[in-house]
């Protein structure tokens, strides 16, 4: 989930910001945003649609790629 990190990051949106929107803790989101939780499907879409709609969401939440240089 680096490209939503990353988008998220670029447009100065907070954790806090993200879990007042899916109507969870901070630290809940955190944990989802760092992919220690998994966001669900219905998290994912409201974050798209209400805080990065510019975005696709199959970039937002492509894997991350585990290969190492």
Known sequence: ?????????????????????????EKTAYNKLKGITELTVKEALKINKDLLPEYRFGYLFAEDDKQSA
């Open 1 to 25: 989930m680096q490209n939503l990190e990353r988008a998220l990051n670029a447009k100065g949106i907070s954790t806090r910001a993200v879990a007042t929107l899916i109507g969870t803790t």
